[in-house]
């Protein structure tokens, strides 16, 4: 899957400070392989690994992520975009009816979405009424006529011998219908075929242009994968829509769809549906489909939060202290609290799917490791933390029975601080290590 295949490609990017120009084309190749997989199409897959490729060489190192982390939040800004950003809402005729016209092939779920939609509408207090306006297919009033049953909302329908017969005819009477019986939202189902047909097309304009709907919205089974892009096209040539609604997520579709057809025509996706049942239909969320073609949990919600949790303030005041030479055991203990904060985030991480390769790093990491570090440097005077050197031998012994550790313990974190303080100052000449907090950058 995209998501098996992203982690994949990340896996190569474990424990490496900084992304490389190397790294990025490695992970663009696995990148552009697994949304071909999940039929996305090329063209799109090209744009996409190129702004992610843009984005990942000019992205600042980050303090709080790992570059595993940080190329996912960069793919995951990437999808979100792509998909729309934010959730394109219905929009509402200032004088009702607002008509919402629904297009699509057949089988697409068009019939089975104007009873969704209705139900969805009745619960923000609208009052729906569903116009049949589809004569192609044998049953096609009748399965309109159950399902608006089951919704309880009232369904325009031809009788036999009143005079509508055409589905043209059909929709505009129903329009009126919904006018005069103050029904302010009407939806008009339509007729589709099993593939692009002209006469098709022209029906639905027809209905379109008779009449003149707020919202038109092309209907399309997500399960249909390339073909979905053809389809999108041509509706959005024959027939113009304002939105997309993708049904049928509760299949294995893996989202490629829904990418393909928000970059190839421009158009929001506004709504999903996911199931047969009447409630399986939502708002269509983009960050919550990007989180599903990556698949990776709520992952992208922790990422936020380390990001967030990471004082960026506190980070560049040590790294200007280390460059002037007066990093102190308490800033050490400020940037060990850091990574405890970052620590136990990275640990929940590590539970999620998907990250199952950043284990061993997770494992190597000892939060209590943190708390001795602390309860020793609180045993310390404030003089002997910022001028560590002055703590001798009487000291040791004094500061390991007020913490109670060792003396050994306490002789190991000076010589860390030491060792550290040195390295660090190092790195702040050459230019810092990237992602590692503290560091210049
Ligand atoms: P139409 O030809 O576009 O009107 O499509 P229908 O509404 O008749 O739906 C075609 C078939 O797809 C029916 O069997 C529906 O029950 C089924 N269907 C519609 N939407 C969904 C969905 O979101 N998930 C699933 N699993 N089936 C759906
Ligand atoms: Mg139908």
New binding site residues.
């Given amino acids: 899957t995209l998501s098996d295949r992203l982690s994949e490609s990340f896996k190569s990017l474990r424990g490496k400070g900084k992304l490389s120009e190397a790294d990025i084309d490695a992970t663009a190749r696995e990148i552009r392989l697994a949304l071909l997989e999940a039929d996305v199409a090329l063209p799109v897959v090209k744009d996409f690994v190129g702004a992610v490729k843009e984005r990942a060489r000019g992205a600042e190192v980050s303090g709080a992520l790992n570059p595993a982390q940080q190329v996912i939040k960069i793919v995951n800004e990437e999808l979100i975009t792509i998909l729309g950003g934010e959730t394109r809402r219905l929009r509402f005729a200032k004088n009702p009816p607002t008509v919402i016209m629904l297009a ?10 104007a009873a969704k939609l209705a139900l969805w509408l009745k619960a923000q207090d609208k009052s729906p009424m569903l116009v049949a306006a ?1 004569l192609q297919r044998p049953n096609a009033v009748q ?1 309109l006529q159950v399902n608006g049953e089951r919704a309880g909302v009232t369904v325009f329908a031809p009788e036999p011998g009143n005079g509508v017969g055409d589905p043209v005819s059909v929709a505009r009477a129903g329009v009126e219908e919904a006018r005069r019986t103050l029904h302010d939202v009407v939806i008009i ?1 339509t007729a ?1 075929r099993l593939g692009i047909d002209e006469e098709l097309m022209a029906q639905a304009a027809g209905i379109r242009d008779a009449v003149n709907p707020d919202e038109v919205l092309f ?1 399309v089974d997500a399960m249909i994968g390339q073909d979905a892009v053809n389809t999108a096209q041509a509706f959005l040539d024959g027939v113009g829509y304002d939105g997309v609604v993708l ?5 294995d579709a893996r989202g490629g769809a829904a990418l393909s057809i928000a970059k190839m025509t421009g158009k929001p996706v506004m709504f999903a ?4 049942k009447l409630t ?1 239909f939502d708002l269509f969320h983009p960050d919550r489909m990007a989180s599903r073609i990556l698949d990776m949990g709520d992952l992208l919600t922790l990422i936020e939060q380390a990001e967030k949790n990471f004082d960026a303030d506190q980070a560049a005041k040590a790294a200007e202290k280390l460059q002037s030479g007066d990093f102190t055991l308490d800033d050490f203990l400020d940037q060990m609290q850091q990574v405890k904060k970052m620590g136990s985030l990275t640990k929940m991480l590590g539970m999620l799917p998907g990250m199952g390769q950043f284990r061993e790093q997770l494992d190597n990491f000892d939060e209590r490791e943190i708390d001795r570090i602390e309860a020793i440097i609180h045993s310390m005077t404030p003089g002997e933390r910022a001028n560590p050197k002055m703590i001798d031998g009487s000291r040791r012994s004094r500061i390991a029975k007020g913490s109670g550790r060792t003396v050994a313990e306490i002789n190991q974190l000076v010589d860390r601080f030491f060792e550290a303080r040195k390295m660090m100052q190092q790195m702040a000449r050459g230019g810092g290590m990237p992602g590692m907090p503290g560091s210049p950058g």
């Fill in positions: 699509g092939l057949q089988g697409a779920g068009k019939t089975t979405l589809d399965q189902d589709g209907v049904t049928k997520l509760d299949g549906s996911n199931g047969e399986d």
